[in-house]
C-alpha cells in the first residue's frame, strides 16, 4: 500500500511515444567565428545556401497509466501539443531566418532537440516528457532528456556510418 492508501499495482508505469516528421533547411554558422573558421568547422555544411533535411521526431512521455483509461496520456493531445510546438514553427521552414531561437543558436540537431523539449514543455504536464529523439537523416540520431551536467545539456549523438 501506498501511504494515499492505493494499491501498489494500481496503475502501471509505461512510456508512451509518438513519431511525426517535418522538413527545414539550414546553414551552419555560429556568428561569433569568422567565415574561414565556419567553414573549416561545418565545411559544405556551411553553404550560405544552406542544405535541408526531413526530420524525424519521435517524443516519448511517461507515467503512471491512468486507471480509468489506461493511458499515460491521450494521444490525440500529444499529437496536438507536437503540432503546436514542432510542426508550426519547424516545418517548411529555414531554421535560422524564420525561428527565432537559432538566430543567435547554430542550428545544429542537437540544439534543434533542445528547442523541440523546450517547446513541448509549454503544453505538457510537468515531469511528463521523458525523450525527444530527433532524426536528423536514417544515420545521425540525437537524443535529449532534458538534462543538464555542470550547466552543459547532456545530449547524445548517435551516429552511425555504413
Given at each position: 500500500?501506498?501511504?494515499?492508501?492505493?494499491?501498489?499495482?494500481?496503475?502501471?508505469?509505461?512510456?508512451?511515444?509518438?513519431?511525426?516528421?517535418?522538413?527545414?533547411?539550414?546553414?551552419?554558422?555560429?556568428?561569433?567565428?569568422?567565415?574561414?573558421?565556419?567553414?573549416?568547422?561545418?565545411?559544405?555544411?556551411?553553404?550560405?545556401?544552406?542544405?535541408?533535411?526531413?526530420?524525424?521526431?519521435?517524443?516519448?512521455?511517461?507515467?503512471?497509466?491512468?486507471?480509468?483509461?489506461?493511458?499515460?496520456?491521450?494521444?490525440?493531445?500529444?499529437?496536438?501539443?507536437?503540432?503546436?510546438?514542432?510542426?508550426?514553427?519547424?516545418?517548411?521552414?529555414?531554421?535560422?531566418?524564420?525561428?527565432?531561437?537559432?538566430?543567435?543558436?547554430?542550428?545544429?540537431?542537437?540544439?534543434?532537440?533542445?528547442?523541440i523539449w523546450e517547446n513541448l514543455q509549454k503544453f505538457l504536464p510537468l515531469r511528463v516528457l521523458y525523450k525527444v529523439k530527433v532524426y536528423e537523416t536514417d544515420n545521425n540520431i540525437v537524443v535529449?532528456?532534458?538534462?543538464?551536467?555542470?550547466?552543459?545539456?547532456?545530449?547524445?549523438?548517435?551516429?552511425?556510418?555504413?
Amino acid at each position: 500500500m501506498s501511504v494515499a492508501g492505493a494499491s501498489e499495482s494500481c496503475c502501471p508505469w509505461a512510456q508512451v511515444s509518438h513519431l511525426i516528421s517535418f522538413s527545414a533547411t539550414h546553414q551552419l554558422h555560429n556568428k561569433s567565428l569568422s567565415n574561414e573558421e565556419n567553414l573549416k568547422l561545418f565545411g559544405k555544411y556551411n553553404n550560405p545556401n544552406g542544405h535541408g533535411h526531413n526530420y524525424k521526431v519521435v517524443v516519448t512521455v511517461h507515467g503512471d497509466t491512468d486507471p480509468i483509461t489506461g493511458m499515460v496520456m491521450n494521444l490525440t493531445d500529444l499529437k496536438e501539443y507536437m503540432q503546436e510546438a514542432i510542426m508550426k514553427p519547424l516545418d517548411h521552414k529555414n531554421l535560422d531566418l524564420d525561428v527565432p531561437y537559432f538566430a543567435d543558436v547554430v542550428s545544429m540537431t542537437e540544439n534543434v532537440a533542445v528547442y523541440i523539449w523546450e517547446n513541448l514543455q509549454k503544453f505538457l504536464p510537468l515531469r511528463v516528457l521523458y525523450k525527444v529523439k530527433v532524426y536528423e537523416t536514417d544515420n545521425n540520431i540525437v537524443v535529449y532528456k532534458g538534462e543538464l551536467l555542470l550547466g552543459v545539456n547532456t545530449v547524445e549523438r548517435l551516429i552511425s556510418f555504413y
